[in-house]
């Protein structure tokens, strides 16, 4: 079983950044991040598992991945963010790929919200 909590949403107008972390109870061997908003399925950011690195077409260039191990915290850098990315971010863990039904574990969510 692998706790999460995620942490670090907040408002931004476009053109902005923020950074979320996801704090794990144990150091996941793959996580990431995925977000949704209301009427529409929950769709991959950017995921990290068996040494592969995968990000949405949407987000490339614009949000990092990264991972401190000792801290078994996963971070997403978001820059140059648009009203498109606002979302509800979820962390997951325990899957592969961008699609998120593989992924076992989720937190509860930290909400992003960009303006124009």
């Known amino acids: 079983q692998v706790h999460l909590v995620e942490s670090g949403g907040g408002s931004v107008q476009a053109g902005g950044s923020l950074r979320l972390s996801c704090a794990a109870s144990?150091?996941?061997?793959?996580w990431g991040w995925f977000r949704q908003v209301p009427g529409k399925e929950r769709e991959g950011v950017a995921v990290?598992?068996?040494?592969?690195?995968e990000y949405a077409d949407s987000v490339k260039g614009r949000f990092t991945l990264s991972q401190d191990n000792a801290k078994e915290t996963l971070y997403l850098q978001m820059v140059s963010l648009k009203p498109e990315d606002t979302a509800m971010y979820y962390c997951a863990a325990g899957g592969y790929g961008l699609n998120s039904e593989p992924w076992n574990y989720w937190g509860q969510g930290t909400q992003v919200t960009v303006s124009s």
């Open positions: 990290t598992y068996i040494g592969i690195t």
């Open positions: 144990v150091s996941p061997y793959a």
